[in-house]
């Protein structure tokens, strides 16, 4: 840090200037980005949340505020599951894929507050690195949880064409294989259905049945009246913000 920032490294930190000046700053922030919808955008000050990082590493307070980030990030994870309990399961794909996004979203503005701690905490002490951190913790308690409940949605959604849209089908199988690859591997039908790079080749009895399950996909979009310029006639009402406006779920 500069000199003229007043700032001495050799001075002792107090735990109440801890939590007063730093930790309770960073922590409002992380609330406002795990609370941002993707796209959404509230101004933070991403070199005050810096310097406060910035600070509390030099002051010795490395493992106390790791263990107070990761501590509240469980806490906010397990409300959020708590909520999705609730959630019915005609909406459960919407919802899942609406907090998925916003958790990967938040990450992705978390990690850069934390580099320094990072970079001198948990890469050389813990041998880790904290956006591993991060997402095994909404592994453990988010996608673990609801996985078993999502998955046979998503299936019933599958052999229903735009009953659900396809690129919330294809966002959620994306990011979930960004989290664990695993989960490609227990439901290898439904991943490799929207991500097709992620299974093994294909043998000539798979190419067939791709074309069999595209046949008929195509065949009951015909019967949706999909099939024709008299068919998207019919269905010139359908615009994908209407639709996700449908299948979206409210905070």
Known sequence: ????????????MSIEE???QYWNKLRAAIDTMLDNAPGGYTPISYEEMYSAVY?????QFSEKLYFD????IRTRI????RLMHDVP???????????LSRYLHAVSGIVPIFTYMNRFYLETKLHTQLQTELLKLFIIGFTD?????????MLEAQSRPFSIHPETMAGICKMLNQLNTSYGRQYPGLFQHYLPNIGPMMTENDLQAQMEEERRVQEELRRQGWGGASGMERKRG????HYESSVSMGT
Do not use: W
């Open 69 to 72: 980030l990761i501590n509240h």
């Open 1 to 12: 840090m500069p000199e003229s920032s007043g700032y001495n490294s050799n001075s002792a």
């Open 89 to 99: 399961d005609d909406q459960i794909i919407a919802k899942f894929h609406e907090s």
């Open 18 to 20: 801890y939590h007063t």
């Open 238 to 241: 359908f615009e994908p913000d």
């Open 78 to 81: 397990a409300e959020c599951s």
């Open 55 to 59: 600070k509390c590493v030099c002051k």
């Open 145 to 153: 949880v609801h996985i078993k409940r999502l998955i046979p949605r």
